[in-house]
Structure formats: structure tokens, C-alpha cells
């Protein structure tokens, strides 16, 4: 029997690597004197306006609760976004902290490994879209890593580093995982620039915000610790695409807060 490759290591050490870079020239130096080339491209900062015709299921959202995916396939009209106010609060810093990734990562990469802004690109599993954040490649061994930049409480990134732990509600490895699939499939098309690469994992270099000053962190998973997290994803979309009617049981719970369709949702549960 061949045995499973385990990339632990792999993930391991290069987010490591990364994390040690990103610390020298956010702790260690002024911008002034990074290195040349490094570019931040802040123009799509701000709130962003959703086209109706873009709601619906998408990759990075395999952890919304059964009935947002229920609304998102069958009633996406009733979708309301925030107010830019709230959008604003809620994305600034993320989006903020995707940019300068952009700028800055193509320059914490161990040897061998190179980092590509892959903002946009469109990947497909099974119908559903989902768009990337990076890619991080090994041209020699033909490896892929899918990079996607967090901004997160310190609280929250340690439940996600800690992911193989049931209780992390906000979908990170469900994200992961779709992601690592969908680009296995993308891998396995002759037409695609990837084809022949294998995806060993994900990671996650992170901003961590919090009452303290604000921190760098990386997190990692292989292939073989989101497998469980894809299922899970696989079946909430399977509901969603299969019932009639939205999921009768309303919990309502702090994430409701954020929900764009809890206007929506509290009528309907009546
Ligand atoms: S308001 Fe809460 S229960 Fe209703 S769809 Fe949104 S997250 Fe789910």
C-alpha cells in the first residue's frame, strides 16, 4: 500500500519562514526602507456595492448557517446588504490587510517558492464559484499552496489555528477546503496554467487585531485535516440546492447579527 504523503511539515516550515519575514519588515522596519518593489494597491478599499445577480453560494461561504444558504440559492432578492457604515467597520482592516499581503509576500517566501496575487481568479466546484486571494507555488516539485490573508481577533485566529476542533463557527477551514478542492480540479484540466500541480494545503498569514496592538500570525492546514470540513460544506449546499423550503429551526445567534437576510428571516420564521 502507498502511503498518504503528509505535508506537515511542508506548511509547517513555510509559514514560518513567511510569518519571520513579515515580522522583519512590519516590526523590524519604516516602509521607507523596505525593499524596492513592493507595492500596496489600495484602490479597491471602501464599501463595496453587491450586484444582486452575485448573491447565491459561494466557496468561501461553506460555514453560513443552513438557512442563509437555503435564502442565497432560492430567494437571493432577499438579500439587504449593510450599511456602508457597518461594512466600513466590519471589512476596513480586512481589506486593508489583503492589500499590503499583495505587496509584501512576494517577499517572504522561502527559496523555491514564489507568491502570486491570484486576486479574482475564478475557481468552480461543482457549480459553485468561489474567487482567490494567492497562490504560493513550487515550479520544481510542482506544488501548490492556496494563500488566502485573514484579519482576525486574536480570539478567533486561535480557534482556527486549533481547527480540528468542531466549535469554529466562521468557516475558515470550510473555506479551505472548498477552495483546496476546487483548485484540484482546476489542476487536473490540461488547459489550465496549473495543470500537474498538486495542492498540499492552505494557509493563512494574519493580522491579529485586539485591545493590545495588533500582532502577525500564520496558520496552516493540509489536505488531509480539511477533508472532514469539506463534507460538511458538501452537504449544507446539497440542503440548500434540495429543500423546498428554507430550514424550519431559526437559533438565532450572535452571527445573525451580520446576516443579510435576517430582515428577511425573522418574517419568514413566524
Ligand atoms: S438571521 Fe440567523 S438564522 Fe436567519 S438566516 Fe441569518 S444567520 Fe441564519
Redesign the pocket.
Known sequence: MVARANFSEELRDLSAHMLGKMDILFDGKSTSEWPKGIKIDTADLGPRVTDQQEIGLRLSHGM?????QW?KHNEPQFHVPPPAMIQLEKFSVGDLWEAYSHGILPHCMPTDWTYINAKNMEITLRGIKGHLDGLIINKKKKWLIISDSKASSGFRHKKWTEGHKPDEPWGNWNQAANYCYAMDALCRRDTSKYHGYKVIGFVWPALVTGGFGWDLAAGWATRQDIEPWHKKTQDSYRRAKSLAS?PIR????N??KY????QH??KD?R
Open positions: 453560513d448557517c443552513d438557512r442563509v435564502y428554507p431559526w437559533q438565532h445567534t452571527v445573525c446576516c443579510n437576510f435576517r428571516c425573522k420564521s
